[in-house]
């Protein structure tokens, strides 16, 4: 039996759901030991969490007097000192923002292969898919060298639950200080509303969603259904929606079960940024708009019309 650790990413000393996919994927081998590195967060908090999807042993990882969160060098380091300290060979995380920052950190000190945005692992084989070329090409990647480290995009596994008795373990790094590179403050957009690249499910506006205040009916739609709002790359570039929301190659990668695009006509630049959601559900006036060849429904009528009769319906 080896140990196979996987990085998670909280909030607000909660685990973020995503985490639960990369879990599963860890776990699926049958025959490894599960860790979760847990950095910046209260362990304890997290422990229900962790131990409903499969965690064996929680490390807490800390270096004292320094708070990791704040300088990611050292965090890859403590990081580093933990796999090391418990002889570990496979580092999983998330594909989010944070995940790629750290992980690239860490392979970069250790001088180790890394894939990012991964959609399936093969530990025994030492193998990742992962896409190509705006996702028109999937490639199977062997990773070698001595550690095995990749990022899985969000919501590409099902999570499945396996109850174990997780135990907590402190582990101390002894990496130093130092001041050369900190974060000192971040600033976050729509704060409380759930991260696009992890979202569930997603609600996208196009060309028509042309004002603020039409996306705020898309925000209604959305919040119902506990999602998040989503562009294409017209309304931002027109000034109707911030560039953190849009969704394309020239956006965020996103993965969601539903997908619903309100008004987007399809471009394959867009279609990239969606293409491996579960379900699309596509809300559109044209009814030879490209995206209505593409989706799982079509609804050909005015969004809206549709969005706050679905809004009102999801409601009940």
């Given at each position: 039996?080896?140990?196979?650790?996987?990085?998670?990413?909280?909030?607000?000393?909660?685990?973020?759901?995503?985490?639960?996919?990369?879990?599963?994927?860890?776990?699926?081998?049958?025959?490894?030991?599960?860790?979760?590195?847990v950095t910046?967060?209260?362990?304890?908090?997290?422990?229900?969490?962790?131990?409903?999807?499969?965690?064996?042993?929680?490390?807490?990882?800390?270096?004292?007097?320094?708070?990791?969160?704040?300088k990611?060098d050292?965090?890859?380091?403590?990081?580093?000192?933990?796999?090391?300290?418990?002889?570990?060979?496979?580092?999983?995380?998330?594909s989010?923002?944070?995940?790629?920052?750290?992980?690239?950190?860490?392979?970069?000190?250790?001088?180790?292969?890394?894939?990012?945005?991964?959609?399936?692992?093969?530990?025994?084989?030492?193998?990742v898919?992962k896409?190509?070329?705006?996702?028109?090409?999937?490639?199977t990647?062997?990773?070698?060298?001595d550690y095995f480290l990749?990022?899985?995009?969000?919501?590409?596994?099902?999570?499945?639950?396996?109850?174990?008795n997780?135990?907590i373990?402190?582990?101390?790094?002894?990496?130093g200080?130092?001041?050369?590179?900190?974060?000192?403050?971040?600033?976050?957009?729509?704060?409380?509303k759930?991260?696009?690249?992890?979202?569930?499910v997603?609600v996208?506006?196009?060309?028509?969603?042309?004002?603020?205040?039409?996306?705020?009916?898309?925000?209604?739609?959305?919040?119902?259904?506990?999602?998040?709002?989503g562009?294409s790359?017209?309304?931002?570039?027109?000034?109707h929606?911030s560039?953190?929301?849009?969704?394309?190659?020239?956006?965020?990668?996103v993965?969601?079960?539903?997908?619903?695009a309100?008004g987007i006509?399809g471009?394959?630049?867009?279609?990239?940024?969606?293409?491996?959601?579960?379900?699309?559900?596509?809300i559109?006036?044209?009814?030879d708009?490209?995206i209505?060849?593409?989706?799982?429904y079509?609804?050909i009528?005015?969004?809206?019309e549709?969005i706050?009769?679905?809004?009102a319906?999801?409601?009940?």
């Open positions: 039996m080896s140990i196979i650790a996987v990085l998670i990413e909280t909030t607000e000393n909660s685990v973020k759901p995503a985490n639960f996919g990369v879990l599963t994927a860890a776990r699926n081998t049958g025959v490894d030991e599960i860790y979760g590195f910046g967060a209260d362990a304890q908090m997290c422990k229900d969490d962790l131990a409903k999807y499969g965690v064996e042993k929680i490390i807490s990882i800390e270096a004292e007097g320094t708070d990791l969160t704040r990611p050292l965090q890859a380091k403590a990081i580093i000192a933990a796999l090391q300290h418990y002889d570990v060979t496979a580092l999983v995380g998330l989010s923002s944070l995940g790629k920052d750290i992980m690239a950190r860490i392979a970069a000190q250790l001088g180790a292969s890394l894939a990012l945005d991964c959609l399936s692992i093969d530990f025994q084989g030492r193998t898919r896409p190509y070329f705006a996702g028109k090409t999937i490639a990647l062997k990773l070698n060298g990749c990022g899985i995009r969000a919501n590409s596994i099902e999570p499945v639950e396996a109850k174990t997780a135990e373990i402190s582990f101390q790094a002894n990496v200080d130092d001041d050369a590179y900190m974060i000192t403050e971040v600033k976050k957009n729509d704060s409380g759930v991260d696009l690249s992890e979202a569930n997603i996208a506006g196009g060309r028509p969603v042309a004002s603020a205040d039409h996306f705020q009916m898309l925000e209604k739609c959305a919040a119902v259904m506990n999602g998040a709002v562009a790359r017209v309304p931002v570039d027109e000034g929606a560039h953190s929301i849009q969704v394309g190659q020239t956006g965020k990668i993965n969601p079960r539903l997908y619903i309100c006509s471009s394959i630049q867009h279609y990239a940024g969606m293409k491996t959601s579960k379900v699309i559900v596509a559109n006036s044209d009814k708009a490209p209505l060849g593409k989706c799982d079509g609804i009528g005015d969004i809206f549709v706050p009769a679905l809004t319906e999801l409601s009940k």
